[in-house]
Protein backbone atom coordinates (compact mmCIF):
# COMPACT_ATOMS: atom_id res chain seq x y z
CA UNK A 1 0.00 0.00 0.00
CA UNK A 2 1.30 3.53 -0.89
CA UNK A 3 1.07 6.20 1.80
CA UNK A 4 0.08 10.04 1.42
CA UNK A 5 3.10 11.44 2.11
CA UNK A 6 4.62 14.59 3.20
CA UNK A 7 7.99 15.78 1.57
CA UNK A 8 10.55 18.43 3.21
CA UNK A 9 13.83 19.39 2.15
CA UNK A 10 16.83 21.53 0.96
CA UNK A 11 16.15 24.43 -1.49
CA UNK A 12 18.87 23.23 -3.34
CA UNK A 13 17.85 19.94 -3.62
CA UNK A 14 21.53 18.40 -2.86
CA UNK A 15 21.92 16.19 0.20
CA UNK A 16 23.88 13.02 0.00
CA UNK A 17 23.22 12.12 3.66
CA UNK A 18 20.45 9.42 4.04
CA UNK A 19 16.95 11.09 4.53
CA UNK A 20 15.07 11.10 7.59
CA UNK A 21 11.16 9.34 7.49
CA UNK A 22 8.86 10.40 10.66
CA UNK A 23 6.38 7.81 11.30
CA UNK A 24 3.20 9.03 13.70
CA UNK A 25 1.47 7.45 16.55
CA UNK A 26 -2.48 6.10 17.11
CA UNK A 27 -4.48 8.32 15.59
CA UNK A 28 -2.02 10.98 14.27
CA UNK A 29 -1.08 11.87 11.12
CA UNK A 30 2.12 13.37 9.08
CA UNK A 31 1.47 16.48 9.78
CA UNK A 32 2.12 16.36 13.51
CA UNK A 33 6.05 16.18 12.83
CA UNK A 34 5.85 19.45 10.86
CA UNK A 35 7.65 21.41 13.37
CA UNK A 36 10.87 18.97 13.20
CA UNK A 37 10.29 18.43 9.59
CA UNK A 38 10.89 22.03 9.18
CA UNK A 39 14.14 22.43 11.59
CA UNK A 40 15.72 19.60 9.65
CA UNK A 41 14.64 20.16 5.91
CA UNK A 42 17.32 22.83 5.70
CA UNK A 43 19.89 20.18 5.45
CA UNK A 44 18.40 16.92 5.56
CA UNK A 45 15.35 15.77 3.43
CA UNK A 46 13.03 14.81 5.14
CA UNK A 47 9.57 12.60 4.40
CA UNK A 48 6.43 12.25 7.55
CA UNK A 49 4.21 9.53 6.36
CA UNK A 50 0.56 8.97 6.91
CA UNK A 51 0.47 4.84 8.04
CA UNK A 52 -2.65 3.02 6.88
CA UNK A 53 -5.90 3.68 8.23
CA UNK A 54 -4.23 7.64 9.04
CA UNK A 55 -4.55 11.33 7.31
CA UNK A 56 -4.93 11.00 3.67
CA UNK A 57 -3.73 7.35 3.30
CA UNK A 58 -5.95 4.33 2.54
CA UNK A 59 -7.61 2.40 5.06
CA UNK A 60 -7.10 -1.26 5.48
CA UNK A 61 -6.51 -4.04 7.96
CA UNK A 62 -3.70 -3.23 10.44
CA UNK A 63 -0.63 -5.55 12.00
CA UNK A 64 2.77 -3.99 12.35
CA UNK A 65 4.66 -6.46 9.82
CA UNK A 66 2.00 -5.64 7.02
CA UNK A 67 2.75 -1.75 7.73
CA UNK A 68 6.34 -2.18 8.07
CA UNK A 69 6.05 -3.28 4.78
CA UNK A 70 3.64 0.25 3.64
CA UNK A 71 6.27 1.68 4.98
CA UNK A 72 9.02 0.27 2.84
CA UNK A 73 6.90 0.00 -0.43
CA UNK A 74 6.44 3.78 -0.48
CA UNK A 75 9.89 4.66 0.72
CA UNK A 76 11.17 2.80 -2.45
CA UNK A 77 8.50 4.32 -4.72
CA UNK A 78 10.03 7.49 -3.37
CA UNK A 79 13.58 6.39 -3.80
CA UNK A 80 14.28 7.23 -0.04
CA UNK A 81 16.21 3.97 1.11
CA UNK A 82 18.41 3.74 3.11
CA UNK A 83 16.95 5.90 5.35
CA UNK A 84 16.89 6.84 9.28
CA UNK A 85 13.69 6.51 10.82
CA UNK A 86 12.45 7.91 13.76
CA UNK A 87 8.73 6.49 15.26
CA UNK A 88 6.44 7.58 18.18
CA UNK A 89 4.03 5.12 20.06
CA UNK A 90 2.45 3.21 17.26
CA UNK A 91 4.80 4.31 14.51
CA UNK A 92 7.92 3.20 16.84
CA UNK A 93 6.30 -0.08 16.54
CA UNK A 94 6.06 0.17 12.76
CA UNK A 95 9.43 2.00 12.71
CA UNK A 96 10.99 -1.32 14.56
CA UNK A 97 9.70 -3.58 12.36
CA UNK A 98 10.66 -2.39 9.25
CA UNK A 99 14.40 -2.15 10.81
CA UNK A 100 13.86 -6.18 11.64
CA UNK A 101 12.01 -7.16 8.25
CA UNK A 102 14.26 -4.86 6.10
CA UNK A 103 17.33 -3.69 7.82
CA UNK A 104 19.26 -2.86 4.76
CA UNK A 105 16.63 -0.36 4.42
CA UNK A 106 17.18 1.45 7.40
CA UNK A 107 20.61 3.58 8.25
CA UNK A 108 19.51 4.42 12.09
CA UNK A 109 16.64 3.99 13.94
CA UNK A 110 14.89 6.23 16.52
CA UNK A 111 12.01 5.35 19.03
CA UNK A 112 9.85 7.56 21.19
CA UNK A 113 8.48 6.40 23.72
CA UNK A 114 7.64 2.91 22.85
CA UNK A 115 9.19 -0.84 23.43
CA UNK A 116 8.97 -4.03 21.45
CA UNK A 117 7.00 -6.14 22.62
CA UNK A 118 3.51 -6.22 23.74
CA UNK A 119 2.11 -3.27 25.79
CA UNK A 120 0.84 0.32 25.35
CA UNK A 121 -2.13 2.28 23.72
CA UNK A 122 -4.19 0.25 26.24
CA UNK A 123 -5.59 3.70 27.09
CA UNK A 124 -6.18 4.58 23.25
CA UNK A 125 -7.81 1.16 22.66
CA UNK A 126 -10.79 2.61 25.27
CA UNK A 127 -10.88 5.41 23.36
CA UNK A 128 -11.19 4.19 19.80
CA UNK A 129 -13.92 1.82 21.34
CA UNK A 130 -15.62 4.61 22.71
CA UNK A 131 -15.59 6.78 19.41
CA UNK A 132 -17.00 4.19 17.57
CA UNK A 133 -20.09 4.44 19.61
CA UNK A 134 -20.65 8.05 18.55
CA UNK A 135 -22.89 9.13 15.99
CA UNK A 136 -22.39 11.52 14.08
CA UNK A 137 -25.20 14.56 13.39
CA UNK A 138 -26.28 15.63 10.33
CA UNK A 139 -24.22 18.43 10.38
CA UNK A 140 -21.58 19.12 12.57
CA UNK A 141 -19.18 22.50 12.22
CA UNK A 142 -15.13 22.60 13.69
CA UNK A 143 -16.16 24.23 16.40
CA UNK A 144 -18.53 21.80 17.77
CA UNK A 145 -16.36 19.16 17.70
CA UNK A 146 -14.87 19.34 20.97
CA UNK A 147 -18.32 19.24 22.42
CA UNK A 148 -19.43 16.40 20.63
CA UNK A 149 -16.11 14.21 21.55
CA UNK A 150 -16.22 15.14 25.17
CA UNK A 151 -18.57 11.91 26.06
CA UNK A 152 -15.79 9.72 24.61
CA UNK A 153 -12.70 11.73 25.51
CA UNK A 154 -11.87 13.67 28.84
CA UNK A 155 -9.22 14.97 28.00
CA UNK A 156 -8.83 18.13 26.28
CA UNK A 157 -5.36 17.68 24.99
CA UNK A 158 -6.60 14.04 23.41
CA UNK A 159 -10.07 15.78 21.54
CA UNK A 160 -7.80 18.53 19.71
CA UNK A 161 -5.82 15.46 18.66
CA UNK A 162 -8.97 13.75 17.50
CA UNK A 163 -10.54 16.92 15.37
CA UNK A 164 -7.76 16.55 13.00
CA UNK A 165 -9.52 13.00 12.57
CA UNK A 166 -12.69 14.24 11.49
CA UNK A 167 -14.29 15.86 7.97
CA UNK A 168 -16.48 18.53 9.63
CA UNK A 169 -19.48 19.94 7.57
CA UNK A 170 -22.36 18.19 6.18
CA UNK A 171 -22.50 14.79 6.49
CA UNK A 172 -19.74 14.96 9.00
CA UNK A 173 -17.47 11.66 8.80
CA UNK A 174 -14.13 10.13 10.27
CA UNK A 175 -11.27 10.30 7.99
CA UNK A 176 -9.40 7.59 9.60
CA UNK A 177 -10.37 4.14 9.43
CA UNK A 178 -11.78 4.39 12.53
CA UNK A 179 -13.54 0.68 12.07
CA UNK A 180 -10.52 -1.10 10.69
CA UNK A 181 -8.52 0.51 14.15
CA UNK A 182 -11.17 -0.90 16.44
CA UNK A 183 -10.67 -4.03 14.85
CA UNK A 184 -6.87 -3.92 14.48
CA UNK A 185 -5.98 -2.85 18.57
CA UNK A 186 -5.14 -6.13 19.93
CA UNK A 187 -2.66 -6.11 16.89
CA UNK A 188 -1.70 -2.33 17.89
CA UNK A 189 -0.97 -3.18 21.36
CA UNK A 190 0.87 -6.46 20.85
CA UNK A 191 3.88 -7.52 18.83
CA UNK A 192 4.35 -10.05 16.66
CA UNK A 193 6.41 -13.49 16.89
CA UNK A 194 9.41 -13.42 15.37
CA UNK A 195 11.40 -16.18 13.91
CA UNK A 196 14.74 -17.36 16.30
CA UNK A 197 17.92 -14.80 15.38
CA UNK A 198 15.80 -11.99 14.32
CA UNK A 199 17.71 -8.52 14.85
CA UNK A 200 18.78 -4.80 13.56
CA UNK A 201 22.29 -4.22 14.09
CA UNK A 202 22.50 -1.22 13.02
CA UNK A 203 22.17 2.34 15.78
CA UNK A 204 18.96 2.49 17.40
CA UNK A 205 18.40 5.09 20.23
CA UNK A 206 15.41 4.63 22.36
CA UNK A 207 14.23 8.17 24.24
CA UNK A 208 11.76 7.62 26.38
CA UNK A 209 9.62 10.44 28.86
CA UNK A 210 11.04 10.67 32.15
CA UNK A 211 7.19 10.57 33.29
CA UNK A 212 5.65 7.99 30.76
CA UNK A 213 5.43 4.38 31.79
CA UNK A 214 5.77 2.55 28.04
CA UNK A 215 9.41 1.64 28.59
CA UNK A 216 10.51 -0.22 32.21
CA UNK A 217 13.36 -2.42 32.79
CA UNK A 218 10.94 -5.57 32.02
CA UNK A 219 11.59 -4.27 27.86
CA UNK A 220 15.14 -4.16 27.84
CA UNK A 221 16.34 -7.76 27.38
CA UNK A 222 14.07 -8.06 24.39
CA UNK A 223 15.37 -4.61 23.28
CA UNK A 224 19.00 -5.95 23.55
CA UNK A 225 18.22 -9.09 21.67
CA UNK A 226 16.46 -7.53 18.69
CA UNK A 227 18.71 -4.10 18.73
CA UNK A 228 21.75 -5.25 20.36
CA UNK A 229 23.59 -1.87 19.67
CA UNK A 230 20.78 0.08 21.33
CA UNK A 231 20.81 3.21 24.07
CA UNK A 232 18.17 4.62 26.01
CA UNK A 233 17.66 8.10 27.21
CA UNK A 234 14.74 9.28 28.90
CA UNK A 235 13.25 13.16 28.64
CA UNK A 236 13.70 14.33 32.40
CA UNK A 237 9.35 15.16 33.09
CA UNK A 238 8.03 14.25 29.69
CA UNK A 239 5.02 12.14 29.72
CA UNK A 240 4.16 9.76 26.36
CA UNK A 241 3.68 12.59 24.03
CA UNK A 242 7.61 13.86 24.89
CA UNK A 243 7.99 15.11 21.29
CA UNK A 244 4.81 17.27 21.86
CA UNK A 245 5.95 18.08 25.17
CA UNK A 246 9.35 18.73 24.77
CA UNK A 247 9.57 19.68 21.28
CA UNK A 248 13.24 21.76 21.74
CA UNK A 249 14.65 18.84 23.88
CA UNK A 250 13.43 15.96 21.55
CA UNK A 251 14.74 18.15 18.85
CA UNK A 252 18.56 18.61 20.18
CA UNK A 253 18.26 14.45 20.86
CA UNK A 254 17.28 13.60 17.67
CA UNK A 255 20.12 16.48 15.98
CA UNK A 256 22.75 14.25 17.96
CA UNK A 257 21.47 11.50 16.79
CA UNK A 258 21.72 12.25 13.40
CA UNK A 259 25.20 14.00 13.41
CA UNK A 260 26.41 10.24 15.48
CA UNK A 261 25.16 8.24 12.82
CA UNK A 262 26.24 10.27 10.03
Not at 88 to 116: E, R, T
Amino acid sequence: MLLEVIERGPEDGNNSLPPVVFLHGLFGRARNFGFFQRRLAATRRTLALDLRNHGGSPHGSMDYPTMAADVHETLAAHDALPATVIGHSMGGKVAMMLALQFPACVHALLVADIAPGPGGHAHSGAIATALAGLKFPPTLTLGETDAWLAPAIAEKPVRDMMKQNIVPGASPHWQIGLEQIVAGMEQVVGWPALPPGTQYGGPVLFVAGGASPYVQPANYPLMRVLFPHYRLVRLKGAGHWLHAEQPWEFLRVVEEFLRATG
